[in-house]
């Protein structure tokens, strides 16, 4: 096995990312993918660029094995992350990590003060994550309605100021 290569998501990519959540979710009870509710993998890296962000894939001998989306939200400075998932076996090889600084230099550069996420409150392992790179678990969980029945937490990250 080779090491992981980070790149920028291409449109060409949706079916791969699809494929790795939908490996992901199997993982969990009552927890499935139905493409209809991911519209943005139809074309992920036009879709993230058209909300002021950007994905990247993680790509391990010709198979996409992580994936992370950061974008703007309405409220001016304040960034969002999306769709982080690493496959199961390609875990505790700093991509999540490696990505998310990705994100945090897109974040850097365009000034933003925060990054908040909204996560599967059965994600334990990602939730671990986030905490230890410094997001804090806000008291809101929000219901999505969607075929898995899913709640989420919300976290938030906010920046650093180095004076």
């Keep these: 096995m080779s090491y992981a290569l980070i790149r920028p998501a291409a449109d060409t990519d949706g079916l791969a990312i699809s ?3 939908t490996d ?29 962000g950007e994905m990247w894939v993680a790509e391990q001998d010709g198979e996409i094995v992580g994936c992370l989306a950061v974008s703007e939200s309405l409220t001016p400075g304040l960034f969002e992350l999306h769709t982080v998932y690493v496959a199961r076996k390609a875990r505790g090889e700093g991509l999540a990590w490696s990505m998310f600084n990705l994100a945090t230099d897109l974040v850097d550069s365009r000034e933003g003060n925060a990054i908040r ?7 334990l ?22 075929v898995s029945n899913s709640w989420e937490f919300g976290y938030r990250l906010e920046a650093q100021n180095e004076e």
């Design 19 to 21: 494929k790795l959540i």
């Design 24 to 52: 992901i979710f199997a993982d969990y009870e009552n927890c499935h993918f139905v493409s209809d509710e991911y519209p943005e993998l139809a074309h992920p890296a036009g879709y993230y660029a058209a909300i002021g």
């Design 125 to 146: 392992e990602g939730h671990a994550f986030y905490e230890k790179i410094g997001f804090t678990k806000v008291p809101v969980v929000r219901f999505l309605g969607d």
């Design 117 to 123: 996420l909204w996560s599967d409150t059965r994600f």
